[in-house]
Structures are given as C-alpha cells and as structure tokens.
C-alpha cells in the first residue's frame, strides 16, 4: 500500500457524500487501510470551505489522546508523524526558517496550537545556513 492512499480515498469519500470515517490515531490500523485521523481532522478544518463538513473532535485533546495511547500501547509517536511528531511543527532548512520568519502561513498552514499544544521551532543545524542574528522586523 502507497502512505497516503487511505487518507486521500477518506478525503474523496466525504467530498461524495460519506459520512463517517474510520480513522486511527499514531498510525495503528493504517497498514491495514484506515485513515489517519489527525491528517481527516485537519484536513477539514484547514479547508473548511472545500469540505463544508465539522467533526466534533476537540482539537485541543488530539495531542493528548496521541501520547495516551503511545503510553497504553507501548509504541512511540514517529518524531516526523503529522501533527503529533516531536517534529511535526520543526524548521530546520534556511529556506523554510527564513518563510517562517517572514510569514508563518508560508510552512504553516496551521497553528500548532490548535492541534498539539506546541509552539513552532526554528532548529539551528547544518541545514540552516550561515548563522546570523535574527533582524527585527
């Protein structure tokens, strides 16, 4: 199976008509052809307007619900899994640290507040470039 292909068939099943989703959280189940919930949950909500569709899901809590079952289950949250990753909301390239600088919405479709209760990183490494100070804007 091609990562990716559940969410974007969950994605077109609601663009017609669908209802409900089966989703899984940490990535259990989707080897198995099941969607991944942060991805469908944020997917509506960033695009709101395309979908026209609401969940009921308090966004605040898919953070929380993500770390309680990497703790039941034993598995570790992949660091660049979407959303819950440790690095899911990390910039270490020049290019992107300098959008994010400029324009967050540049890397950033989203608040990661909204969904992880995290703030944006801007990571110093060798991607990064030559190293300056930061100029105010």
């Given at each position: 199976?091609?990562w990716g ?85 990390a910039h270490?390239a020049g ?43």
């Amino acid at each position: 199976m091609i990562w990716g292909f559940a969410t974007a068939n969950t994605m077109a099943g609601l663009m017609n008509g669908a209802r409900q989703v089966e989703a899984t959280i940490n990535g259990i189940g989707e080897r198995a052809g099941n969607a991944c919930m942060t991805e469908t949950v944020m997917a509506l909500r960033t695009r709101a307007p395309l979908f026209g569709l609401e969940t009921n899901i308090l966004t605040k809590e898919i953070w929380r619900t993500s770390q309680l079952v990497s703790e039941l289950t034993g598995m570790v949250v992949q660091p660049n899994k979407a959303i819950v990753g440790a690095n899911a909301f990390a910039h270490q390239a020049g290019i992107h640290q300098d959008g994010m600088l400029k324009n967050r919405r540049t890397y950033e479709i989203m608040d990661p507040r909204t969904w992880a209760s995290a703030e944006s990183l801007l990571v110093l490494g060798k991607l990064s470039g030559p190293q300056r100070a930061a100029r105010e804007t």
